[in-house]
């Protein structure tokens, strides 16, 4: 992608990473919400199919709960980072692009993380 965009684009290698890191971090954190869809939640397989049917819903319902509170956290995390780099115009060292828009991208996917996670508890 790098290459790609070096030969495209006229801008240092070194900005290019600071848009590439911004999008890949997007990028995987869109995954969360697509494997919380699916209930496809990373558990110990040996470890999760020992354990009792009641237990496997109440450690279902706890990881919900940890989805839902860390997502909160990056949503008020990136909220602030959006208002404070929108007010002090924070922009990349190497090329003019502000990095609010990215902040607010990151808000935005922890608001999808939370309403995801909410509505596996059929409450969204």
Same mark, same amino acid.
């Not at 992608?1 to 900005?15: A, I, R």
């Not at 990473?17 to 699916?38: D, F």
């Not at 602030?80 to 922009?91: F, K, P, R, V």
């Given at each position: 992608?790098?290459?790609?965009? %070096?030969?495209?684009f006229?801008?240092?290698?070194?900005?290019?990473?600071?848009?590439? %890191?911004?999008?890949?971090?997007?990028? *995987?954190?869109?995954?969360?919400?697509?494997?919380?869809?699916?209930?496809?939640? @990373? *558990? &110990? +397989?040996?470890?999760?199919? $020992?354990?009792?049917?009641?237990?496997?819903?109440?450690?279902?319902?706890?990881? =919900? %709960?940890?989805?839902?509170?860390?997502?909160?956290? &990056? &949503?008020?995390?990136?909220?602030?980072? $959006?208002?404070? *780099? =929108?007010?002090?115009? +924070?922009?990349?060292?190497?090329?003019?692009?502000? =990095?609010?828009p990215?902040?607010?991208?990151?808000?935005?996917?922890?608001? &999808?993380?939370?309403?995801? *996670?909410?509505?596996? =508890?059929? @409450? %969204?």
């Amino acid at each position: 992608m790098t290459l790609f965009c %070096v030969h495209y684009f006229p801008l240092p290698l070194l900005g290019l990473t600071n848009c590439r %890191v911004c999008c890949y971090s997007a990028c *995987s954190l869109l995954a969360i919400p697509k494997c919380i869809e699916g209930h496809e939640l @990373l *558990s &110990v +397989d040996l470890l999760y199919q $020992a354990l009792s049917a009641s237990k496997q819903r109440s450690l279902k319902c706890a990881s =919900y %709960v940890f989805l839902v509170l860390f997502s909160l956290l &990056v &949503v008020w995390q990136a909220v602030l980072g $959006a208002i404070d *780099s =929108y007010t002090y115009e +924070d922009q990349a060292y190497t090329i003019d692009i502000p =990095y609010w828009p990215f902040y607010a991208l990151m808000a935005f996917i922890g608001l &999808v993380t939370t309403l995801q *996670s909410l509505s596996c =508890y059929g @409450l %969204v």
